[in-house]
């Protein structure tokens, strides 16, 4: 893609005049990083990181029954979602694979409120859209962009422009006066804080940035340290920890998979994903602690205790949190429980590895109660 | 001190050169976290990867600037990967390498010709 074509966020000049590196993302011009991966991965941890997420693919589903219309592409229970609350889930191809994973939430009365992934949004759309028909309409909302709140500090950060925020628990969302513009605020995020995501008309977001900056608490993040915040949160990137190919049974996703739906198996590849969650999977998804050498990244081979290769990274790098390298990746259900000593092999070299709990670094979810 | 296009520095004293990644190169990549350098001995041809330098993001591969062999691989890399950063034209070197040619190294960019070729990039 050349640089004519690639396009930009509400926030471009706003991370230009940051001093951001941008880089191409998803066809747009991101910010990979402003002052540094390290020193922002930290920032999130300690105090309140800023993230620029306007690429994500938003969109509102409405119609008759717009709940149980989603419903038809995804495994998750939204029939009973209630008004006010979010729910993770995954788009799912006939084959029980994964097209994408997406967040879908009901903060207000008005159909479901759906993000997608940046890389998927086109795709994603065209699919809900020709699945439904008739039955539901899908707006894209195009005209607002999206930020990301997230670490400790975020809370104190957000109450000061609201203080009904502070009530807000995780997997909430409703509608909000932020900024000088009715706000979709939901209390999610995918670093493992606490934490908000802000959607905002486009054109006040570069206030809104603006004012969260001008607390001191508040860095801009860039996506470097998105990716290794999310990593150590355990939480699996779209086209490289899944893809078309892997069920959200091999994924390790199967919270998704609601109560209601699988006794029902009324979902996409209902057949596969049931048989399983009965035991009949090939590979799973698992966090691997590198316990020597090299990060293992992507692409890197995971091989048993015999040298028999058996799996491959599909993420990997240095925690900056933990200070040793940590990955995630596939490996048969044989060789997935935890303590089971493997290698990887980086750059022809086998380093050991073991299987670990994900996440890496717990994460920090304001939960108002056990059950929610 | 010579530079290379692919921004690695070198440095001689008598047939040994100290080479490295220059400053240009240690702020493109970020944040250092692991630097594989080579065992004393090995024989490198011009261009050949002789180190690994990872920042938090990616592996990058740096490039022998001229043919020789390895008298000595900066240990203390390991254990500190972030002095790259921190001084990588100096105590952040990579290697010393008895170079086969000294001619070579003269070959290269000296500084004012690499700060020409970094303000065409």
């Given at each position: 893609m050349?640089e004519?074509?690639m396009k930009r966020?509400?926030?471009y000049?706003a991370?230009?005049a940051?001093?951001?590196?941008?880089?191409?993302?998803?066809?747009y011009?991101?910010p990979?990083?402003?002052?540094?991966?390290l020193?922002e991965h930290r920032w999130t941890?300690e105090?309140?990181?800023l993230?620029d997420?306007?690429?994500m693919g938003q969109?509102?589903?409405?119609?008759?029954?717009?709940?149980a219309s989603?419903e038809k592409?995804?495994?998750g229970?939204y029939?009973?979602?209630?008004?006010?609350?979010?729910r993770?889930?995954?788009?799912?191809?006939?084959?029980?694979?994964?097209?994408d994973?997406l967040?879908?939430?009901?903060?207000?009365?008005d159909g479901?409120?759906v993000v997608?992934?940046?890389?998927c949004?086109?795709?994603?759309?065209?699919?809900?859209?020709s699945e439904?028909?008739?039955?539901?309409?899908l707006?894209?909302?195009?005209?607002r962009?999206?930020?990301a709140?997230?670490?400790p500090e975020a809370v104190d950060?957000m109450?000061?422009?609201e203080?009904?925020?502070?009530e807000l628990?995780?997997?909430?969302?409703?509608?909000f006066d932020?900024?000088?513009a009715k706000?979709?605020?939901s209390?999610?995020?995918?670093?493992?804080?606490d934490?908000?995501?802000i959607?905002?008309p486009a054109?006040?977001?570069e206030a809104?940035?603006?004012?969260l900056?001008a607390?001191?608490?508040?860095?801009?993040?860039g996506?470097g340290a998105r990716?290794?915040?999310?990593?150590?949160?355990?939480?699996?990137?779209?086209g490289?920890d899944?893809?078309?190919t892997?069920?959200p049974?091999?994924?390790?996703?199967?919270?998704?998979?609601?109560?209601r739906?699988k006794e029902a198996r009324?979902f996409k590849?209902?057949?596969?994903i049931?048989?399983e969650?009965g035991?009949?999977a090939?590979?799973?998804r698992v966090?691997l602690s590198v316990l020597?050498?090299?990060?293992a990244?992507?692409g890197?081979e995971i091989?048993?205790a015999?040298?028999k290769?058996?799996?491959?990274?599909?993420?990997?790098g240095?925690s900056?949190?933990?200070?040793?390298n940590i990955?995630?990746g596939?490996?048969?259900p044989s060789?997935?429980a935890?303590?089971?000593?493997?290698n990887v092999?980086?750059?022809g070299k086998s380093?050991?590895?073991e299987v670990?709990?994900?996440?890496?670094v717990a994460?920090?979810?304001?939960?108002?109660?056990a059950?929610? | 001190m010579?530079?290379?296009k692919?921004h690695?520095?070198?440095?001689?004293?008598?047939?040994?050169a100290t080479?490295?990644?220059?400053k240009y190169?240690a702020?493109?990549?970020g944040d250092v976290?692991?630097?594989?350098v080579?065992?004393a001995?090995?024989?490198l041809?011009k261009?050949?990867s002789f180190?690994?330098?990872?920042?938090?993001k990616?592996?990058s591969?740096?490039y022998?600037?001229?043919?020789g062999e390895v008298?000595?691989?900066?240990?203390?890399?390991?254990?500190a990967?972030e002095?790259?950063?921190a001084?990588?034209?100096g105590s952040?070197?990579?290697?010393?390498?008895?170079v086969a040619?000294?001619?070579?190294?003269?070959?290269l960019?000296?500084?004012?010709?690499?700060d020409?070729?970094?303000a065409?990039?």
């Amino acid at each position: 893609m050349t640089e004519a074509t690639m396009k930009r966020t509400p926030l471009y000049a706003a991370h230009v005049a940051l001093g951001a590196r941008m880089v191409p993302f998803a066809g747009y011009e991101m910010p990979v990083q402003y002052e540094g991966v390290l020193a922002e991965h930290r920032w999130t941890r300690e105090h309140a990181g800023l993230f620029d997420v306007s690429h994500m693919g938003q969109a509102k589903l409405r119609g008759a029954a717009p709940l149980a219309s989603f419903e038809k592409l995804v495994p998750g229970d939204y029939i009973g979602l209630k008004e006010g609350k979010q729910r993770y889930s995954v788009l799912l191809s006939p084959e029980g694979g994964m097209l994408d994973d997406l967040m879908a939430g009901r903060p207000d009365g008005d159909g479901l409120y759906v993000v997608v992934n940046a890389a998927c949004k086109d795709a994603d759309f065209a699919l809900i859209e020709s699945e439904l028909g008739a039955e539901a309409t899908l707006e894209r909302l195009e005209d607002r962009a999206l930020l990301a709140i997230q670490g400790p500090e975020a809370v104190d950060v957000m109450v000061k422009h609201e203080p009904k925020l502070a009530e807000l628990g995780f997997m909430e969302c409703g509608v909000f006066d932020l900024f000088g513009a009715k706000c979709f605020v939901s209390r999610s995020g995918y670093t493992g804080e606490d934490g908000y995501e802000i959607s905002i008309p486009a054109d006040k977001a570069e206030a809104a940035w603006n004012a969260l900056l001008a607390d001191a608490r508040v860095k801009a993040i860039g996506l470097g340290a998105r990716d290794s915040l999310r990593l150590e949160a355990g939480l699996p990137l779209y086209g490289h920890d899944a893809d078309e190919t892997t069920s959200p049974v091999e994924a390790a996703l199967t919270f998704a998979l609601s109560k209601r739906r699988k006794e029902a198996r009324d979902f996409k590849g209902a057949e596969r994903i049931m048989a399983e969650l009965g035991g009949a999977a090939s590979r799973v998804r698992v966090g691997l602690s590198v316990l020597e050498g090299a990060p293992a990244r992507e692409g890197a081979e995971i091989a048993d205790a015999d040298g028999k290769v058996v799996g491959k990274v599909t993420s990997g790098g240095p925690s900056p949190t933990l200070g040793r390298n940590i990955a995630m990746g596939y490996v048969p259900p044989s060789l997935s429980a935890l303590g089971t000593r493997l290698n990887v092999i980086v750059r022809g070299k086998s380093q050991a590895a073991e299987v670990v709990a994900t996440p890496f670094v717990a994460q920090r979810y304001f939960r108002k109660t056990a059950t929610a | 001190m010579r530079f290379t296009k692919d921004h690695e520095w070198v440095s001689v004293d008598g047939d040994v050169a100290t080479v490295g990644i220059t400053k240009y190169a240690a702020d493109a990549l970020g944040d250092v976290v692991f630097v594989e350098v080579p065992d004393a001995g090995k024989a490198l041809s011009k261009g050949d990867s002789f180190a690994v330098v990872e920042s938090v993001k990616a592996a990058s591969d740096v490039y022998a600037p001229v043919a020789g062999e390895v008298v000595e691989g900066n240990a203390a890399l390991s254990a500190a990967p972030e002095t790259v950063n921190a001084d990588p034209e100096g105590s952040g070197w990579f290697a010393k390498i008895r170079v086969a040619n000294v001619a070579d190294v003269d070959a290269l960019m000296d500084r004012a010709a690499y700060d020409a070729y970094l303000a065409s990039l």
